[in-house]
């Protein structure tokens, strides 16, 4: 864990591509200023998270042996019931299972974060089906979307336009199965990273940032594990 926070700490003393009112991003900040805000290893329940998918028999969500599980033949969102606010580091682990499940494909292994619904002050109103998500302001990223043949960043502005901010295609974007995938997402004043297993992913500096919302694991179609939840405050 001390390795992984140092590498973040380190990669953001390197240069970005920032608007003049973001320069602050490139100021040095180091572990003692990581402050661990919100953790979960998925040992209870999921009375911290708030579940938007039609549950059947062939869909489900649910906690097994320390581990979230997402198994689903539909569109779901998990939602941290908790909002967020300010300079955080969001990390988990997370593994797109194939072994011959009923819901087993390699595809989606998706995130929202900074959510809010500018026309209702409760959000969490949707079953998850993904369309219906377009009316919201947030941050996306979908790795290995479209059966594991794009990979892609996105801001939702909140009256239905999803701005495209990265789309590759290239394999070394896309999934593996089985493989643990450490993601880490951060947001420092404007500034965005993510990172899969120490690798950047997306760079995005925003002009009109969203400094406050909701985080959501999200997928379509596919069996998942989620682990070792952490939020920190990066002050």
Known sequence: MLKSILFLCLSLLFPLVLTSQNEVAQKDFNLEKATLVYQNDFEKNL????????????????????????????????????????????????????????????SDL???????????????????????????????????????????????????????????????????????????????NGSIKVFVNHKEYFSFSDEKPLTSGFFGLRTTESRQEIDNLKIYSLN
Not at 57 to 74: P, Q, Y
């Open 110 to 188: 998706n995130q929202f974060w900074m959510a809010n619904d500018p026309k209702n002050p409760d959000l969490f109103t949707r079953e998850g089906n993904f369309a219906k998500y377009d009316s919201l302001q947030l941050y996306y990223f979908g790795i290995g979307g479209n059966r594991n043949t794009t990979t892609r960043f996105r801001k939702y502005v909140g009256n239905g336009e999803r701005v495209l901010i990265h789309d590759y295609k290239e394999n070394k974007y896309m999934l593996e199965p089985n493989k643990t995938y450490l993601i880490q997402t951060i947001y420092y």
């Open 47 to 106: 009375s911290d998270f708030i579940v938007e998918t039609k549950i059947s028999k062939t869909a489900k969500v649910k906690i097994e042996k320390g581990k979230l599980i997402i198994d689903v033949d539909r569109g779901a969102t998990v939602w941290l019931n908790k909002k967020l606010s300010g300079n955080i580091l969001i990390e988990y682990t997370r593994i797109v299972i194939m072994k011959n499940g009923a819901n087993d494909r390699l």
